[in-house]
């Protein structure tokens, strides 16, 4: 695996990676820096849920996003319900909840120092190369594809696999697994940007070659 501290330009990456045909990005903490994001929005809904503006000072937030980095909403949910501070609110209310406050984050986000217009030079690049780019994100269907049409860069990939779109995710390989299909091109010709354990998990599992995105750490 190769840790990545700088975004590496078209030429860089296919020296890393001569037989590139594909690339698999995860959103999160990879193309935009919005782990931050994600935590902001959770503690919002957690905190509506509760009708308790004192639940930042009860609940440990910190410790909270340090365990949920790279999970999907389900697993969030989980985990703050078992510490029953959901108050009987299903899952699909909580991601209603959240998706909510994640769509008004993303109408006055400022993209300065969360996303780099590197990342959108390399994946535009990287198409007119005839490489093929797709997401795969454990992220809402809905709240993926916000993102990927604020950044204005959701033409360039052939498709954007969802937390709702396999029975299983990130760290099982199946999302991994599902989009290497859905591409038709063998696993040795496709690499994976990854910023999370959870996600570099999901694609070593799927013997994928793996990239980890430090670049907004």
Not at 135 to 159: C, M, N, P, R, W
Request: with cysteine.
């Amino acid at each position: 695996m190769h840790i990545l501290k700088t975004i590496p330009t078209f030429n860089e990456l296919t020296a890393i990676k001569t037989d590139l045909k594909a690339i698999l990005w995860d959103l999160d903490g990879t193309i935009l820096n919005s782990e931050q994001i994600h935590a902001s929005t959770t503690k919002e809904s957690i905190i509506q849920i509760a009708a308790d503006d004192q639940l930042a000072s009860v609940l440990d937030f910190e410790q909270l996003e340090a365990n949920c980095l790279g999970q999907t909403d389900q697993f969030i949910y989980q985990y703050v319900n078992d510490l029953g501070y959901l108050k009987g609110i299903t899952l699909q209310e909580f991601i209603r909840i959240k998706n909510i406050h994640m769509k008004n984050a993303l109408d006055t986000l400022n993209l300065t120092g969360i996303y780099s217009k590197e990342i959108g030079s390399l994946i535009k690049e990287s198409c007119e190369q005839g490489i093929r780019n797709a997401v795969v994100t454990s992220s809402e269907k809905e709240v993926a594809h916000l993102i990927l049409g604020h950044l204005q860069i959701h033409s360039y990939f052939d498709f954007v696999l969802t937390r709702e779109d396999t029975k299983l995710n990130k760290p099982h390989p199946l999302p991994y697994q599902t989009a290497c299909e859905k591409l038709d091109i063998a696993p040795e010709h496709i690499l994976v940007f990854e910023d999370s354990p959870t996600g570099m998990e999901a694609a070593k599992q799927a013997n994928l070659f793996t990239c980890q995105a430090a670049w907004y750490y």
